[in-house]
């Protein structure tokens, strides 16, 4: 669920383009309740996610399980990288429930591994609380919040995401929102499933 890292520490150039400005997105409307994408500030966010980070479920497929000051970094890290990666929560009628992480693949290491279009645009999820997961609310949301970047970001084309192979849970979560299967990728850290969300293909998928 992690940005990829492909070892070299090297990334694509960056182009001046603007940064998204996920603040300013209109809540969703879904059968759950509005839905809204709320940037992280580290300094209210931190023990939130990092208690979601030292779940064992999350903890395997993300990698930050520890103290606060690794979730801190990570956070920091993402906030740092010019508006190109927005770390936010998910709230749902009113409640943090989830974490997420918008970003410009075409600009991300990930892009080495498949053949990118500009500002092809990745999410990365996490459903927070036990009792928010197994309920389709996954589904529901990737659907959302894919909808709103195609909104938000009228250039994009598509929205992609590489979730771990092994997480057949987040695979199925993201063919039911409207996502194809693209290719597998050898990456770093993983084997991942390329998801595709094709602007042109959102009112039939």
Request: include cysteine; glycine fraction near 8%; charged fraction near 25%.
């Amino acid at each position: 669920m992690r940005s990829v890292d492909t070892g070299t520490g090297a990334r694509p150039a960056r182009t001046p383009v603007p940064a998204f400005r996920v603040g300013d997105w209109e809540a969703a409307r879904t059968s759950a309740g509005a839905f809204r994408l709320v940037p992280v500030r580290v300094e209210r966010d931190l023990s939130l996610v990092g208690r979601w980070m030292n779940d064992p479920a999350v903890a395997a497929f993300w990698e930050l399980a520890g103290p606060e000051r690794v979730t801190a970094r990570h956070l920091r890290a993402q906030l740092a990288d010019d508006g190109h990666s927005v770390p936010c929560l998910g709230v749902l009628e009113g409640r943090p429930m989830s974490y997420w992480e918008i970003y410009r693949a075409d600009l991300d290491p990930l892009a080495g591994h498949y053949p990118a279009r500009p500002y092809d645009t990745g999410i990365h999820l996490l459903i927070g609380g036990a009792a928010d997961r197994g309920r389709g609310l996954g589904s529901l949301l990737l659907r959302a919040v894919a909808d709103l970047v195609l909104a938000g970001s009228p250039a994009c084309a598509r929205v992609v995401a590489e979730p771990d192979l092994r997480n057949v849970p987040s695979v199925a979560a993201f063919l039911s929102a409207g996502f194809r299967f693209f290719t597998e990728l050898d990456l770093p850290a993983k084997r991942a499933a390329l998801m595709v969300r094709d602007r042109s293909l959102r009112d039939l998928l």
